[in-house]
């Protein structure tokens, strides 16, 4: 009995091979290259080219943005600010103008007078306006005036003397009594706008008499404020800005002689003129609350535009992911085998690199009681079509830990197999595991015989 079992321990142990066989990199058959990783085949190992798969364009979308519906205009500018009492009035009066006579302007109807006999009106056969019938001629955009028969009489920047000359010199020329006067019916080409704390604002126009600052004030009102400690008369003339105080205005006739031009804009300001205030907040606060409204209103229609296109992106984005959870999504992997804790296959990340430490330690890294730190090795097929199956083993000697940061520079590529040896104690453990439950089942068989 002890013989056959003693025969039986030899036959297994040496078939002890057959038993148990583990995966070791090797170089025998001159395909396989191993090269061990260094600060400097770590550069060699990374010049092959990969460009990493990028994520889709959902995933880098944002869901605000430029709206492209109506904007809100311009934000209105504060109203309501407390009144403060203002500083002394500063007089600041444009100069006196010399007196200069009246030039007939663009707008300006004329009226031509004649002595009134009837053959004289007859020679002008209704042309020239007879004194009574008051008949007159606009001064039109070109300057002139237009009188059939005689033609078009530029009249435009002339006093009435030589309006008058013109015309008379007209009429000879085409054999016309030149017997007339020259009047001015409407004045409308020189006009001074005067508002602000006036009974009337209005437009006045300057005739043939020289309009003063009294003069215009009295045409629309007067002042009507009924504080006139601040209370200035404001003149904007040729794009300056002239201010008198009243109370300088009422002490000093010059000022109230001062003679006024065209195009003067004359405004009569007071501070506490409550019911201008009351007016002008009462327009200020509709428009902020109008603008209000409308703010209110893009931001509503920019909200549902956000979250319609945030919607979109979410759906794109779980469409996305559906696919490449049901491995519809085509990715690159590293493959993981040998001592690994997990063995397995790792997606190589999208829009960026992975190294070997991502690939190694994303599935927990290899087993420590197994796994031969001083035998890792990345396998990496040829891509030349001359070296097909040829395989270059970067090998990782992981004993000295520092080599560790050599994993983190190692770029990973697609199809990379990432491979753990076996501990020698670990594979010894293995075939012992093997042998003994042969040994007992031989044994027992052997006993029964």
């Known amino acids: 009995m002890k013989t056959l079992v003693a025969i039986a321990v030899s036959l297994?142990?040496?078939?002890?091979?057959?038993?148990?066989?583990?995966?070791?990199?090797?170089?025998?058959?001159?395909?396989?290259?191993?090269?061990?990783?260094?600060?400097?085949?770590?550069?060699?190992?990374?010049?092959?080219?990969?460009?990493?798969?990028?994520?889709?364009?959902?995933?880098?979308?944002?869901?605000?943005?430029p709206s492209a519906g109506r904007g809100i205009g311009a934000t209105p500018p504060a109203s309501l600010e407390a009144e403060q009492r203002p500083a002394a009035l500063t007089l600041n009066a444009p100069r006196q103008v010399a007196a200069q006579p009246y030039t007939i302007g663009v707008g300006d109807v004329l009226l031509l007078a004649t002595r009134g006999n009837a053959s004289t009106v007859e020679q002008l056969s209704g042309l020239l306006a007879a004194q009574n019938r008051r008949q007159g001629y606009t001064v039109q955009d070109d300057g002139s005036i237009a009188i059939p028969e005689v033609g078009r009489v530029p009249v435009a920047g002339r006093t009435l003397e030589e309006a008058e000359a013109i015309l008379f010199q007209s009429l000879v020329e085409n054999q016309i009594d030149p017997s007339f006067s020259v009047e001015i019916a409407e004045f409308n080409s020189k006009r001074v706008s005067i508002g602000g704390a006036v009974a009337n604002p209005a437009v006045v126009p300057i005739s043939l008499t020289t309009l003063t600052l009294d003069q215009g004030l009295a045409a629309t009102g007067g002042v009507t404020s009924e504080d006139m400690d601040y209370v200035s008369i404001r003149i904007y003339r040729d794009g300056t800005l002239y201010q008198i105080p009243l109370k300088d205005y009422?002490?000093?006739?010059?000022?109230?002689?001062?003679?006024?031009?065209?195009?003067?804009?004359?405004?009569?300001?007071?501070?506490?003129?409550?019911?201008?205030?009351?007016?002008?907040?009462s327009e200020q606060i509709q428009l902020a609350d109008y603008?209000?409204?409308?703010?209110?209103?893009?931001?509503?229609?920019?909200?549902?535009?956000?979250?319609?296109?945030?919607?979109?992106?979410?759906?794109?984005?779980?469409?996305?992911?559906?696919?490449?959870?049901?491995?519809?999504?085509?990715?690159?992997?590293?493959?993981?085998?040998?001592?690994?804790?997990?063995?397995?296959?790792?997606?190589?990340?999208?829009?960026?690199?992975?190294?070997?430490?991502?690939?190694?330690?994303?599935?927990?890294?290899?087993?420590?009681?197994?796994?031969?730190?001083?035998?890792?090795?990345?396998?990496?097929?040829?891509?030349?079509?001359?070296?097909?199956?040829?395989v270059t083993a970067w090998h990782l000697d992981a004993r000295n830990a520092a080599n560790y940061v050599l994993a983190t520079r190692m770029e990973?590529?697609?199809?990379?197999?990432?491979?753990?040896?076996?501990?020698?104690?670990?594979?010894?453990n293995r075939v012992v595991q093997q042998i003994v439950p042969s040994l007992l089942t031989s044994g027992a068989g052997l006993a029964t015989r």
């Open 291 to 390: 603008r209000q409204r409308a703010r209110t209103q893009a931001l509503a229609e920019l909200e549902v535009e956000v979250r319609l296109r945030r919607a979109n992106l979410t759906e794109a984005r779980d469409i996305y992911r559906a696919r490449a959870e049901l491995d519809g999504v085509e990715r690159d992997f590293v493959y993981l085998t040998g001592e690994v804790t997990n063995p397995s296959r790792f997606a190589l990340p999208l829009g960026r690199q992975a190294n070997l430490a991502d690939a190694l330690y994303s599935e927990g890294g290899f087993a420590n009681q197994t796994g031969n730190p001083g035998q890792i090795y990345v396998l990496r097929g040829s891509d030349g079509p001359t070296a097909s199956g040829a």
């Open 250 to 281: 009422l002490q000093r006739p010059d000022l109230q002689k001062l003679r006024l031009i065209d195009g003067d804009s004359i405004f009569v300001d007071t501070e506490y003129e409550l019911e201008r205030a009351r007016a002008y907040f």
């Open 12 to 65: 297994l142990l040496s078939g002890c091979g057959a038993a148990y066989i583990s995966s070791k990199v090797k170089d025998d058959d001159g395909n396989v290259r191993i090269v061990p990783l260094t600060s400097e085949t770590v550069l060699t190992a990374n010049q092959s080219t990969y460009q990493p798969r990028p994520l889709p364009a959902a995933f880098f979308a944002t869901a605000g943005g």
């Open 412 to 428: 990973m590529r697609p199809n990379d197999i990432v491979f753990v040896a076996e501990q020698p104690i670990t594979r010894w």
